[in-house]
């Protein structure tokens, strides 16, 4: 059974940074698409990158671009998201979820099976 574990998060100023991992158990992440979703306080959840297995080609969200870097380590079955640039709206609980049917990562959350329990960002003076 795969799992996912999400490490990181914590409480950190706007403009500066943080690095967010995503640990996978159970089923190699060679197999699987990563995907990072958010969820600010009382709003939906929204996607901000994924990478996909093989060849590892990122993909990100408009609002992310320049600011976030996603990539894994396949010997450490691990996704790291580096999040530099940090501002208030980035705030929320941040996801990663997995996906082993599909032929590259998407935005979409119902294309992932399996989800992690989240670790949360905030961002704040």
């Known amino acids: 059974q795969l799992r996912l574990v999400e490490s990181g998060g914590g409480l950190v100023q706007p403009g500066g940074s943080l690095s967010l991992s995503c640990a996978a158990s159970?089923?190699?992440?060679?197999?699987?698409?990563i995907g990072w979703f958010r969820q600010a306080p009382g709003k939906g959840q929204d996607w901000v990158s994924c990478?996909?297995?093989?060849?590892?080609?990122?993909r990100y969200a408009d609002s992310v671009k320049g600011r976030f870097t996603i990539s894994r380590d396949n010997a450490k079955n691990t996704v790291y998201l580096q999040i530099h640039s940090l501002k208030p709206e980035d705030t929320g609980v941040y996801y990663c979820a997995a996906d082993s049917e599909y032929n590259d990562c998407s935005g979409r959350p119902i294309e992932y099976d399996y989800w992690g329990l989240g670790t949360q960002v905030t961002v704040s003076s």
């Open positions: 159970g089923v190699p992440l060679d197999y699987l698409h």
């Open positions: 990478i996909s297995r093989g060849d590892g080609s990122p």
